[in-house]
């Protein structure tokens, strides 16, 4: 199985590290946050595909094109507009069920193991109390069916950026959101799209450690250097 990494962003809350290298080399406790990232991939992963952006050479430059015996290929991502742009960019390079998984964020390898191994098409997720931008909804059957802003629950599902699908993704029109003042393309968003057709299960997460601002930095290496 192929996992894709999407690390293209400018990261612009982790400046000014990232005004001189990419977000996903931001050093947790000594080590390059992609390293983690990869690290948690599961054993059926055979072949790695990085989608770089924003001074995405150093990525190349410091994995080369191999990461503990798995290959890497790159592909790169000319206009930064969304994480279903960043996928569509890998299309080429991609067959069957494959993994996508952002490139800034630590995970479990356990969670996407089991994500992994889904039927369908799958999403991985956590329970959160925080105002979020759209949570999850889901039906009997523990599927998600939509993404919401409306929802009003104090606890809500939260999407951790990673997920399972497959080559008919590409078949799907890419969802626009509004992000600040512009419009992305959203993988997550067009995933449920077809929700009816495809199911997209939802995977809880026992471990995410989403990295975007320093603050969130210090509280991953915080939890990550006690386990």
Known sequence: MQAVILAAGYGLRLRPFTETAPKSLVPVLGKPLLEWTLESLPKSIDEIIIVIGWLGEQIEKHFKDEFQGLPIRYVRMSIINGTGSALHTAASMLHD?????????????????????????????????????????????????SISANITDTEKWQNCGAYLTDTTFFNLPLVEIPVRDNVEYSLPHTLVLDAEKRPVKLISASKWLPIGTYEELAKAEELLDNT
């Open 97 to 145: 069920k494959f993994l996508v998984v952002n490139g800034d964020d630590v995970y479990a390898k356990a969670d996407l193991t089991a994500l992994a191994q889904v039927p369908n098409w799958g999403m991985l997720a956590t329970k959160t109390t925080k105002p979020i931008a759209g949570g999850l909804e889901l039906d009997s059957s523990g599927n998600i069916t």
